[in-house]
């Protein structure tokens, strides 16, 4: 059975700070590993990172996996009131033809100003 | 705005109803995922369509049905509701092919009294 942890489960920092995510996981046949982040309704989709060891980055949004490891990082710098949101973690694997996603149980990141 | 459109926006029904909701995937996009969202389970794959024919199953209680139309819009129907399906139901859509993200819609909340 697929599995995702993600750590910490809540976080409270000031406007400013960096924070870093992260996403451990085990999946059968892996296909990628994609972040999320969700405010009050959907999970808007940030990145999707398929390769190890190459940084994927948005604005003040950058994540990296390692394949090796098994593990994924978000890091958020100079964070805004507006980051605040559960940040969701996603791996896709298992059957042929099938790409469902298993989530973590998600980081709720609380910026405070 | 994802693009993919759910209704109702929020359900209200009674335990032992049946409710149908509905999802419109973004233009393009051949596959639909139904995910259910609780507080304790986290976000949890239900079942995925492509093309008009099922895909996979996850977790999908055997009173819960799904179908793709040939407009490709999809209904999760539920029946015989308990209080534990109180939920938010979330419809998801992609290309299909391996590496394209899933995106969401905004969810379909159902409380059940």
């Known amino acids: 059975e697929d599995k995702v942890v993600q750590s910490p489960l809540s976080l409270v920092v000031h406007e400013g700070d960096t924070v870093t995510l992260n996403c451990s996981y085990e999946?059968?046949?892996?296909?990628?590993l994609l972040w999320y982040k969700q405010e009050k309704k959907a999970p808007t989709f940030l990145f999707m990172l398929t390769s190890s060891g190459i940084e994927k980055k948005s604005g003040r949004l950058s994540s990296i996996l390692d394949k090796k490891e098994l593990f994924s990082i978000l890091n958020i710098t100079a964070t805004q009131t507006g980051d605040s949101a559960v940040y969701l973690c996603a791996v896709c694997g298992s059957g042929a033809g099938s790409y469902q996603l298993t989530f973590g149980k998600g980081t709720k990141l609380s910026v405070i100003p | 705005d994802s693009g993919v459109t759910q209704t109702p926006k929020h359900l209200i029904t009674a335990t032992g109803q049946r409710v149908t909701l509905r999802c419109s995937p973004r233009?393009?996009?051949?596959?639909v995922y139904w995910y259910q969202q609780s507080l304790d389970q986290g976000l949890q794959f239900l079942i995925q369509y492509y093309n008009g024919e099922e895909r996979a199953k996850g977790n999908i209680l055997e009173r819960f049905s799904a179908q793709q139309f040939p407009d490709l819009h999809s209904e999760l129907n539920l029946s015989s509701l308990e209080l534990g399906d109180s939920a938010l139901y979330f419809c998801a859509s992609s290309g299909g092919q391996i590496n394209q993200p899933q995106h969401f819609g905004d969810g379909t909340r159902l409380s059940i009294l």
């Open positions: 233009s393009g996009d051949l596959s």
């Open positions: 999946v059968t046949n892996f296909r990628s």
